[in-house]
Protein backbone atom coordinates (compact mmCIF):
# COMPACT_ATOMS: atom_id res chain seq x y z
CA UNK A 1 0.00 0.00 0.00
CA UNK A 2 0.98 3.66 -0.50
CA UNK A 3 2.18 6.20 2.29
CA UNK A 4 -1.58 7.84 1.55
CA UNK A 5 -3.73 4.56 2.41
CA UNK A 6 -0.96 3.30 5.34
CA UNK A 7 -1.48 6.92 7.32
CA UNK A 8 -5.00 6.57 7.22
CA UNK A 9 -4.94 2.66 8.15
CA UNK A 10 -2.97 3.56 11.42
CA UNK A 11 -4.48 7.15 12.04
CA UNK A 12 -1.24 8.76 11.95
CA UNK A 13 0.49 12.02 9.47
CA UNK A 14 2.82 10.76 7.05
CA UNK A 15 5.24 13.31 8.50
CA UNK A 16 5.46 11.06 11.52
CA UNK A 17 5.46 8.27 9.36
CA UNK A 18 8.10 9.88 7.16
CA UNK A 19 9.97 10.68 10.64
CA UNK A 20 9.55 6.85 11.86
CA UNK A 21 11.78 5.85 8.52
CA UNK A 22 14.44 8.13 8.88
CA UNK A 23 15.27 7.17 12.41
CA UNK A 24 14.84 3.04 11.30
CA UNK A 25 12.09 2.54 13.60
CA UNK A 26 9.95 1.45 10.63
CA UNK A 27 12.16 -0.62 7.40
CA UNK A 28 9.94 -0.12 4.06
CA UNK A 29 10.33 -1.39 0.62
CA UNK A 30 10.57 2.18 -2.17
CA UNK A 31 10.20 1.87 -5.15
CA UNK A 32 11.57 5.30 -7.14
CA UNK A 33 9.85 8.03 -5.18
CA UNK A 34 7.57 5.96 -3.57
CA UNK A 35 7.21 3.65 -0.31
CA UNK A 36 5.43 0.44 -0.36
CA UNK A 37 4.07 -0.51 3.61
CA UNK A 38 3.48 -4.19 4.03
CA UNK A 39 1.39 -6.06 7.03
CA UNK A 40 4.68 -6.17 8.86
CA UNK A 41 5.33 -2.36 8.59
CA UNK A 42 1.70 -2.25 10.30
CA UNK A 43 2.57 -4.67 12.72
CA UNK A 44 6.11 -2.76 13.36
CA UNK A 45 4.21 0.51 14.00
CA UNK A 46 1.99 -1.28 16.39
CA UNK A 47 4.83 -2.06 18.66
CA UNK A 48 5.96 1.70 18.25
CA UNK A 49 3.19 2.75 19.19
CA UNK A 50 2.45 0.50 22.19
CA UNK A 51 5.78 0.76 23.28
CA UNK A 52 5.45 4.89 23.32
CA UNK A 53 2.35 4.61 25.78
CA UNK A 54 5.13 2.61 27.82
CA UNK A 55 6.84 5.89 28.36
CA UNK A 56 9.94 4.61 25.90
CA UNK A 57 11.70 7.09 24.01
CA UNK A 58 12.17 6.83 20.51
CA UNK A 59 15.56 5.91 20.75
CA UNK A 60 14.90 3.84 23.24
CA UNK A 61 12.35 1.89 20.78
CA UNK A 62 15.27 2.16 18.17
CA UNK A 63 17.56 0.03 20.22
CA UNK A 64 14.26 -2.60 20.84
CA UNK A 65 13.32 -3.17 17.72
CA UNK A 66 17.14 -3.29 16.14
CA UNK A 67 17.47 -5.63 19.09
CA UNK A 68 14.57 -7.58 17.85
CA UNK A 69 15.41 -7.34 14.37
CA UNK A 70 18.59 -9.13 15.37
CA UNK A 71 17.90 -11.92 17.90
CA UNK A 72 14.02 -12.21 17.27
CA UNK A 73 11.36 -11.15 19.56
CA UNK A 74 11.49 -15.07 21.08
CA UNK A 75 14.84 -15.30 21.77
CA UNK A 76 16.57 -15.42 25.87
CA UNK A 77 18.92 -12.56 25.23
CA UNK A 78 15.89 -10.19 23.36
CA UNK A 79 13.61 -11.19 26.54
CA UNK A 80 15.98 -10.19 29.33
CA UNK A 81 17.00 -7.44 27.67
CA UNK A 82 13.01 -6.33 27.46
CA UNK A 83 12.56 -7.45 30.82
CA UNK A 84 15.47 -4.87 31.72
CA UNK A 85 14.04 -2.15 30.16
CA UNK A 86 10.39 -2.88 31.46
CA UNK A 87 11.44 -2.74 35.00
CA UNK A 88 13.79 0.50 34.35
CA UNK A 89 10.57 2.28 32.99
CA UNK A 90 8.61 0.54 35.72
CA UNK A 91 10.87 2.06 38.47
CA UNK A 92 11.12 5.41 36.46
CA UNK A 93 7.74 5.74 36.48
CA UNK A 94 7.15 5.31 40.25
CA UNK A 95 9.09 8.03 40.43
CA UNK A 96 6.73 10.30 38.35
CA UNK A 97 3.82 8.85 40.09
CA UNK A 98 5.78 9.65 43.37
CA UNK A 99 6.54 13.35 41.89
CA UNK A 100 3.03 13.74 40.97
CA UNK A 101 1.32 12.72 44.24
CA UNK A 102 3.79 15.37 45.86
CA UNK A 103 2.67 18.14 43.55
CA UNK A 104 -0.44 17.11 43.94
CA UNK A 105 -0.54 17.20 47.62
CA UNK A 106 0.78 21.11 47.01
CA UNK A 107 -1.86 21.95 44.42
CA UNK A 108 -4.31 20.60 46.93
CA UNK A 109 -3.21 22.83 49.94
CA UNK A 110 -2.85 25.75 48.11
CA UNK A 111 -6.65 25.25 46.98
CA UNK A 112 -7.26 24.63 50.30
CA UNK A 113 -5.39 27.96 51.44
CA UNK A 114 -7.04 29.99 48.83
CA UNK A 115 -10.31 28.75 49.56
CA UNK A 116 -10.15 29.75 53.14
CA UNK A 117 -8.82 33.26 52.29
CA UNK A 118 -12.07 33.98 49.89
CA UNK A 119 -14.44 32.53 52.84
CA UNK A 120 -13.01 33.58 55.71
CA UNK A 121 -10.32 36.78 54.69
CA UNK A 122 -12.85 39.00 53.14
CA UNK A 123 -13.32 42.07 55.05
CA UNK A 124 -16.22 44.64 54.54
CA UNK A 125 -15.15 47.69 52.63
CA UNK A 126 -17.56 50.46 51.91
CA UNK A 127 -16.93 54.44 51.25
CA UNK A 128 -15.31 55.61 53.93
CA UNK A 129 -17.70 57.79 56.21
CA UNK A 130 -13.91 60.07 57.17
CA UNK A 131 -14.05 61.37 52.69
CA UNK A 132 -17.42 62.50 52.76
CA UNK A 133 -16.04 65.50 52.83
CA UNK A 134 -14.56 65.37 49.25
CA UNK A 135 -18.09 64.57 47.70
CA UNK A 136 -19.89 67.84 45.86
CA UNK A 137 -22.41 67.60 43.20
CA UNK A 138 -21.01 67.58 39.73
CA UNK A 139 -23.86 69.47 38.56
CA UNK A 140 -23.52 72.71 40.50
CA UNK A 141 -21.05 71.90 42.62
CA UNK A 142 -22.77 71.77 46.06
CA UNK A 143 -22.84 69.58 49.14
CA UNK A 144 -24.23 66.35 48.62
CA UNK A 145 -26.58 64.82 51.07
CA UNK A 146 -27.13 61.18 52.39
CA UNK A 147 -30.27 59.62 53.33
CA UNK A 148 -30.83 56.59 55.51
CA UNK A 149 -28.21 53.63 54.65
CA UNK A 150 -26.50 51.31 56.55
CA UNK A 151 -22.86 51.88 58.13
CA UNK A 152 -20.15 49.80 59.26
CA UNK A 153 -16.73 49.88 61.06
CA UNK A 154 -16.91 53.76 60.05
CA UNK A 155 -18.02 52.77 56.08
CA UNK A 156 -20.94 53.49 54.15
CA UNK A 157 -22.23 50.72 52.62
CA UNK A 158 -26.04 51.90 51.45
CA UNK A 159 -27.42 55.36 50.84
CA UNK A 160 -29.66 57.70 48.85
CA UNK A 161 -27.23 60.81 47.31
CA UNK A 162 -28.58 63.22 46.25
CA UNK A 163 -28.90 67.20 45.48
CA UNK A 164 -31.22 70.03 45.56
CA UNK A 165 -30.40 70.89 42.09
CA UNK A 166 -32.25 67.64 41.14
CA UNK A 167 -28.90 65.12 41.03
CA UNK A 168 -29.31 61.70 42.22
CA UNK A 169 -27.14 58.91 43.22
CA UNK A 170 -26.52 55.96 45.47
CA UNK A 171 -24.27 53.83 47.52
CA UNK A 172 -24.87 50.00 46.79
CA UNK A 173 -22.68 47.33 48.50
CA UNK A 174 -20.08 50.21 49.40
CA UNK A 175 -20.18 51.87 45.98
CA UNK A 176 -20.95 55.42 45.14
CA UNK A 177 -23.19 54.77 42.02
CA UNK A 178 -24.53 57.37 39.58
CA UNK A 179 -27.13 55.34 37.72
CA UNK A 180 -27.63 57.59 34.52
CA UNK A 181 -23.70 56.40 33.79
CA UNK A 182 -23.20 52.81 34.37
CA UNK A 183 -22.08 50.78 30.96
CA UNK A 184 -21.22 47.82 30.09
CA UNK A 185 -18.12 48.29 28.45
CA UNK A 186 -17.30 45.66 25.96
CA UNK A 187 -13.64 45.00 27.16
CA UNK A 188 -11.04 42.02 26.65
CA UNK A 189 -10.80 39.58 29.85
CA UNK A 190 -7.09 39.64 31.04
CA UNK A 191 -6.73 36.40 29.34
CA UNK A 192 -8.14 37.23 26.16
CA UNK A 193 -5.59 40.46 26.25
CA UNK A 194 -2.74 38.45 27.45
CA UNK A 195 -2.98 35.71 24.53
CA UNK A 196 -3.55 38.64 21.77
CA UNK A 197 -0.40 40.85 22.54
CA UNK A 198 3.02 40.24 22.51
CA UNK A 199 5.34 39.80 24.99
CA UNK A 200 7.03 42.80 23.59
CA UNK A 201 4.63 45.06 24.15
CA UNK A 202 3.56 43.48 27.41
CA UNK A 203 7.22 44.09 29.01
CA UNK A 204 6.35 47.67 26.71
CA UNK A 205 3.70 48.48 28.67
CA UNK A 206 5.14 47.72 32.26
CA UNK A 207 8.29 49.29 31.58
CA UNK A 208 5.66 52.57 31.45
CA UNK A 209 3.97 51.38 34.80
CA UNK A 210 7.10 51.34 36.52
CA UNK A 211 8.38 54.37 35.22
CA UNK A 212 5.14 56.00 36.60
CA UNK A 213 5.32 54.77 39.84
CA UNK A 214 9.15 55.54 40.20
CA UNK A 215 7.78 59.67 39.55
CA UNK A 216 5.23 59.48 42.28
CA UNK A 217 7.81 57.70 44.59
CA UNK A 218 10.14 60.63 43.56
CA UNK A 219 7.43 63.67 43.67
CA UNK A 220 4.73 62.63 46.11
CA UNK A 221 4.25 64.40 48.90
CA UNK A 222 1.76 63.59 51.90
CA UNK A 223 -0.85 62.10 49.94
CA UNK A 224 -4.57 62.24 51.61
CA UNK A 225 -6.41 61.02 48.26
CA UNK A 226 -5.05 59.74 45.28
CA UNK A 227 -7.31 59.49 42.12
CA UNK A 228 -6.40 56.72 39.09
CA UNK A 229 -7.96 57.50 35.14
CA UNK A 230 -7.30 53.51 33.47
CA UNK A 231 -9.41 52.50 30.63
CA UNK A 232 -8.85 48.96 32.57
CA UNK A 233 -9.62 50.34 36.07
CA UNK A 234 -7.73 49.12 38.94
CA UNK A 235 -4.37 47.42 36.26
CA UNK A 236 -2.10 50.54 37.65
CA UNK A 237 -3.10 50.07 41.23
CA UNK A 238 -2.61 46.43 41.06
CA UNK A 239 1.23 46.97 40.42
CA UNK A 240 1.49 50.32 42.76
CA UNK A 241 -0.74 48.73 45.72
CA UNK A 242 2.35 47.84 47.94
CA UNK A 243 3.42 51.07 47.83
CA UNK A 244 0.16 53.38 48.55
CA UNK A 245 1.29 55.99 51.61
CA UNK A 246 -0.24 55.35 55.04
CA UNK A 247 -3.12 57.31 55.73
CA UNK A 248 -4.34 57.74 52.16
CA UNK A 249 -7.61 56.88 49.96
CA UNK A 250 -7.12 55.26 47.04
CA UNK A 251 -9.97 56.11 44.23
CA UNK A 252 -10.93 54.36 41.22
CA UNK A 253 -13.26 55.42 38.83
CA UNK A 254 -15.21 53.64 36.13
CA UNK A 255 -18.38 53.37 34.66
CA UNK A 256 -18.36 49.86 34.56
CA UNK A 257 -20.20 48.94 37.45
CA UNK A 258 -19.59 44.67 37.33
CA UNK A 259 -15.55 45.11 36.83
CA UNK A 260 -15.69 48.25 39.86
CA UNK A 261 -17.27 45.18 41.87
CA UNK A 262 -14.68 42.51 40.75
CA UNK A 263 -11.95 44.84 41.98
CA UNK A 264 -13.71 45.32 44.77
CA UNK A 265 -13.98 41.63 45.59
CA UNK A 266 -10.45 41.42 44.89
CA UNK A 267 -9.36 43.94 47.43
CA UNK A 268 -11.44 43.19 50.03
CA UNK A 269 -9.71 39.55 50.01
CA UNK A 270 -6.30 40.65 50.16
CA UNK A 271 -5.86 44.26 51.20
CA UNK A 272 -8.87 44.83 53.48
CA UNK A 273 -7.01 47.35 55.64
CA UNK A 274 -6.28 49.67 53.72
CA UNK A 275 -9.16 52.79 52.17
CA UNK A 276 -10.62 52.77 48.87
CA UNK A 277 -13.18 55.02 47.06
CA UNK A 278 -15.07 53.26 44.26
CA UNK A 279 -17.11 55.37 42.20
CA UNK A 280 -19.01 54.38 39.15
CA UNK A 281 -19.21 57.83 37.41
CA UNK A 282 -18.43 59.28 34.37
CA UNK A 283 -15.09 61.62 34.44
CA UNK A 284 -17.35 65.04 33.56
CA UNK A 285 -19.63 64.08 36.17
CA UNK A 286 -17.41 63.14 38.84
CA UNK A 287 -18.74 63.80 42.22
CA UNK A 288 -15.70 65.13 43.90
CA UNK A 289 -14.37 68.46 45.35
CA UNK A 290 -12.60 70.93 43.13
CA UNK A 291 -9.04 70.74 45.01
CA UNK A 292 -9.29 67.47 47.21
CA UNK A 293 -7.08 64.80 44.71
CA UNK A 294 -3.00 65.27 46.24
CA UNK A 295 -2.17 63.01 42.89
CA UNK A 296 -3.95 62.14 39.90
CA UNK A 297 -2.60 59.34 37.73
CA UNK A 298 -3.65 58.99 34.19
CA UNK A 299 -2.32 55.47 33.33
CA UNK A 300 -3.11 55.74 29.50
CA UNK A 301 -6.56 56.53 29.70
CA UNK A 302 -6.38 59.64 27.47
CA UNK A 303 -6.00 57.97 24.45
CA UNK A 304 -9.60 56.43 24.70
CA UNK A 305 -10.94 59.55 25.97
CA UNK A 306 -9.64 61.22 23.62
CA UNK A 307 -11.65 59.25 20.73
CA UNK A 308 -14.38 58.61 22.52
CA UNK A 309 -15.00 62.57 23.93
CA UNK A 310 -12.59 64.52 21.40
CA UNK A 311 -11.16 65.87 24.81
CA UNK A 312 -8.09 65.79 26.58
CA UNK A 313 -7.96 64.15 29.41
CA UNK A 314 -5.83 66.00 31.98
CA UNK A 315 -8.08 69.44 30.98
CA UNK A 316 -11.59 67.96 32.37
CA UNK A 317 -9.61 65.84 35.34
CA UNK A 318 -6.92 68.49 36.74
CA UNK A 319 -9.64 71.05 38.43
CA UNK A 320 -9.55 68.08 41.37
CA UNK A 321 -6.06 68.66 42.15
CA UNK A 322 -5.02 70.44 45.05
CA UNK A 323 -2.53 73.87 44.17
CA UNK A 324 1.08 71.87 43.41
CA UNK A 325 -0.69 68.72 43.63
CA UNK A 326 0.72 66.10 41.47
CA UNK A 327 -0.38 64.97 37.46
CA UNK A 328 1.61 61.58 36.80
CA UNK A 329 0.25 60.35 33.01
CA UNK A 330 1.26 57.93 30.72
CA UNK A 331 0.34 59.56 27.38
CA UNK A 332 -0.18 56.87 24.29
CA UNK A 333 0.78 58.72 21.36
CA UNK A 334 1.54 58.31 17.60
CA UNK A 335 4.77 60.44 17.60
CA UNK A 336 6.01 64.52 17.55
CA UNK A 337 2.67 65.30 15.43
CA UNK A 338 -0.37 63.76 14.31
CA UNK A 339 -0.10 63.34 10.88
CA UNK A 340 -2.55 63.44 7.71
CA UNK A 341 -2.55 59.77 7.23
CA UNK A 342 -3.77 58.94 10.61
CA UNK A 343 -7.56 57.46 10.54
CA UNK A 344 -8.72 59.21 13.93
CA UNK A 345 -11.48 61.94 14.38
CA UNK A 346 -9.68 65.30 13.72
CA UNK A 347 -10.90 66.85 17.00
CA UNK A 348 -8.97 63.97 18.77
CA UNK A 349 -5.77 64.11 16.83
CA UNK A 350 -3.80 67.17 18.73
CA UNK A 351 -4.51 64.73 21.81
CA UNK A 352 -2.45 61.79 19.89
CA UNK A 353 0.86 63.24 19.29
CA UNK A 354 3.05 63.96 21.52
CA UNK A 355 4.46 68.05 21.26
CA UNK A 356 0.02 68.44 21.50
CA UNK A 357 0.23 67.03 24.58
CA UNK A 358 3.17 68.61 26.24
CA UNK A 359 1.83 72.09 25.04
CA UNK A 360 -1.38 71.14 26.56
CA UNK A 361 -0.22 70.34 29.65
CA UNK A 362 1.99 73.65 29.82
CA UNK A 363 -1.35 75.54 28.98
CA UNK A 364 -3.11 74.00 31.68
CA UNK A 365 -0.69 75.56 33.85
CA UNK A 366 1.36 72.81 34.53
CA UNK A 367 5.62 72.44 35.78
CA UNK A 368 6.84 69.72 34.26
CA UNK A 369 9.39 67.57 36.64
CA UNK A 370 9.95 64.73 34.42
CA UNK A 371 9.28 63.41 31.26
CA UNK A 372 10.53 60.31 29.10
CA UNK A 373 9.46 58.85 25.97
CA UNK A 374 9.25 55.64 24.90
CA UNK A 375 9.28 53.67 21.81
CA UNK A 376 8.63 52.81 18.95
CA UNK A 377 6.13 49.49 19.26
CA UNK A 378 4.01 48.07 17.16
CA UNK A 379 1.48 45.12 17.92
CA UNK A 380 -1.30 43.82 16.01
CA UNK A 381 -3.73 42.93 18.84
CA UNK A 382 -7.56 43.69 18.50
CA UNK A 383 -7.82 45.35 21.11
CA UNK A 384 -5.52 48.31 20.85
CA UNK A 385 -6.33 51.65 20.25
CA UNK A 386 -3.70 52.24 17.93
CA UNK A 387 -3.34 48.50 16.18
CA UNK A 388 -0.60 47.63 13.85
CA UNK A 389 0.66 51.05 14.08
CA UNK A 390 3.97 52.30 15.77
CA UNK A 391 3.17 53.89 18.56
CA UNK A 392 4.75 56.17 21.09
CA UNK A 393 4.28 56.41 25.00
CA UNK A 394 5.10 59.87 27.05
CA UNK A 395 5.50 59.36 30.88
CA UNK A 396 4.75 62.67 32.72
CA UNK A 397 5.08 64.05 36.08
CA UNK A 398 4.01 67.79 36.35
CA UNK A 399 3.08 70.09 39.68
CA UNK A 400 0.00 72.39 39.12
CA UNK A 401 0.86 75.49 39.90
CA UNK A 402 -0.89 77.68 42.45
CA UNK A 403 -1.50 80.25 40.14
CA UNK A 404 -4.86 80.15 37.84
CA UNK A 405 -3.15 81.94 35.07
CA UNK A 406 -2.60 79.79 31.67
CA UNK A 407 0.90 79.70 30.75
CA UNK A 408 1.26 80.99 27.29
CA UNK A 409 1.22 78.63 24.48
CA UNK A 410 4.74 77.79 23.27
CA UNK A 411 5.91 76.88 19.76
CA UNK A 412 6.06 72.90 19.50
CA UNK A 413 9.31 71.35 20.47
CA UNK A 414 11.09 69.19 17.57
CA UNK A 415 13.79 67.36 19.38
CA UNK A 416 12.62 64.70 22.79
CA UNK A 417 13.95 65.40 25.60
CA UNK A 418 14.78 61.52 26.33
CA UNK A 419 13.94 58.62 24.01
CA UNK A 420 13.97 54.88 25.08
CA UNK A 421 13.91 52.29 22.58
CA UNK A 422 12.33 48.89 24.12
CA UNK A 423 13.85 45.83 22.49
Not at 265 to 280: D, T, V
Request: with cysteine.
Amino acid sequence: MRIGEFSKRNNITQDAIRHYIDLGLLVVEKQGSHYYFTEENCCDLQKIMMLKELDFTLSEIQTILCFNRLEGERSNDFRRFLLSLLERNRARVNQKLQKFNEIEKILKQKIQELTREEEGRSKVMGFPLSSLSVLCCPSCKNQLHIAGGTIENHMLLTADVFCECGYEAIVEDGIFIDRQAVKKRNMPSKQEFLESTSPHYINFMYNGTTTLMDYIHKHARHSEYILELDHCVGRFLMQYIDQIPEGCTYILLSTDLDRLRELKHNLQLQYGEKSFIFLCSELKQIPLASGSIDIIVNHGMNTQYALSEKKFLPAVASPLLKPMGLFAGAFWHLGIRSGTGIHNPMEARDYLCRNEIIKSMEELNFSSLNMEDFGPVKDSSPYLAFKDKEQYLTLYAGIRNSSNEALPRNTAREIWPTQHRIS
